[in-house]
């Protein structure tokens, strides 16, 4: 999970503690990542901590409840610079709710459905890279320019895939979309693998 070898890189730079983490993080990533769930880093670091990443060290307040100090361990450090040796694949691969959209809609043989898809795709990715845009513009910090570049950057290439949408769909005054209602989906080829072959009959 990319977010553990984040809180890793934070306390690579020094001790701290969870809402000093939660803070960090969401500075040095930019809005566009939206706020940090306390819990959910709280959890990153318990996992940190099981599998001897960070260590955690317990300090006395003199009014507040006691705060719970993390340090990165020397395993710690060795597994941070090793996820940053490695190319990042894409998270989530290429499954997108949208291409599941696109699918439907196309599949149901209707033009207007496909045109309402796309077009109220194209809206709401206008909208976005319209809040990234502001969003650059105010930022002073050049990570978070460079981060919020690369986010419009998605956003765009997103944008064109509904360009290519429109185009393969609806070009061709709905021939495409007539062949693919026309469709009736066949039985599932099964999987090659181990087991008692059947013979027909």
Not at 54 to 64: C, D, S, Y
Not at 145 to 169: P, Q
Request: avoid cysteine; hydrophobic fraction near 45%.
């Amino acid at each position: 999970m990319a977010i553990q070898h984040a809180v890793l890189a934070l306390l690579a730079r020094g001790p701290s503690y969870g809402y000093e983490l939660k803070g960090a993080f969401e500075a040095a990533v930019g809005p566009q990542w939206g706020p940090l769930n306390i819990g959910h880093l709280y959890q990153i670091l318990d996992r940190l901590s099981r599998d001897d990443l960070v260590v955690a060290e317990r300090h006395a307040q003199p009014v507040k409840p006691d705060r719970v100090v993390y340090e990165i361990t020397p395993a710690g450090r060795a597994e941070l610079d090793r996820w940053l040796a490695e190319p990042s694949p894409r998270s989530g691969g290429f499954r997108d709710d949208f291409f599941l959209k696109i699918t439907a809609a196309a599949r149901s043989g209707e033009a207007a459905v496909v045109r309402t898809v796309l077009a109220n795709q194209r809206a709401h990715l206008l909208r976005e890279l319209r809040n990234l845009d502001t969003l650059r513009r105010r930022s002073e910090d050049p990570v978070v320019r460079l981060l919020l570049s690369a986010a419009s950057r998605h956003v765009e290439a997103d944008l064109a895939f509904v360009d290519d949408a429109e185009s393969a769909l609806l070009a061709d005054g709905g021939a495409a979309l007539r062949t693919l209602a026309a469709q009736r989906p066949g039985p599932a080829t099964p999987a090659a693998g181990p087991g008692p072959a059947h013979a027909a009959g």
